[in-house]
């Protein structure tokens, strides 16, 4: 085995892999309009038995993956009222499900988490550019910019409760993406 296939072989302990594989989750369950658990699940087991389909992560990495996808899944609602107020002029039917399911995971972190803006930006422009189109990184980066200093200038917005979790809506897919491979 080369030294470079025994490294790729290692897991990973990064929290943009994490954001990585949260990602692929996210939008294949999109994409196949599954539950989310269902999709991690298959996902964890996959990178688990070799599948470099995901990035191969770390206990650590892995369980920083788990709390993005589930507060996504808890908070989808709130998520996609505050990219529709912050992206004016598109619909999510407009949007390549690439770049929305970014912007999902970068929103729920920056809103709901106490890392940084800066770095949540910097690996969403990233999974953008590797997984979207030509201009998936300016898009992302100009959606997430704008929606970190409306944060920062904004009161804190209400927490909602586990009944409003419960009562989420799921928007539609866009149409004509395939899958998110890995651009080269």
Same mark, same amino acid.
């Given at each position: 085995m080369t030294r470079r296939r025994e490294k790729a072989a290692q897991p990973v302990g990064t929290r943009r892999a994490a954001r990585e594989f949260a990602f692929r989750?996210?939008?294949?369950?999109d994409r196949g309009d599954l539950p989310l658990d269902t999709v991690f699940v298959r996902a964890e087991g996959q990178m688990r038995d070799g599948d470099d389909t995901f990035p191969r992560l770390n206990e650590e990495a892995l369980t920083f993956a788990r709390e993005l $996808?589930?507060?996504i899944g808890a908070r989808r609602a709130e998520i996609d009222e505050t990219l529709q107020r912050t992206i004016r002029g598109w619909s999510f039917g407009q949007m390549a499900q690439t770049d929305l399911n970014v912007l999902?995971?970068?929103t729920f972190e920056m809103g709901h988490t106490p890392e940084p803006h800066p770095p949540v930006i910097e690996s969403? $422009?990233?999974i953008a550019r590797k997984f979207g189109g030509d201009d998936s990184?300016?898009?992302v980066n100009g959606v997430l910019a704008g929606l970190s200093r409306n944060m920062?200038?904004?009161?804190?917005?209400?927490?909602?409760?586990?009944q409003d979790?419960?009562?989420?809506a799921v928007p539609g897919h866009a149409a004509g993406e395939s899958g998110p491979e890995e651009r080269g």
């Open positions: 989750v996210l939008f294949e369950a $996808v589930d507060g999902r995971l970068a969403a $422009v990233r990184g300016r898009f920062k200038t904004a009161p804190a917005a209400p927490q909602l409760d586990e979790d419960e009562e989420q």
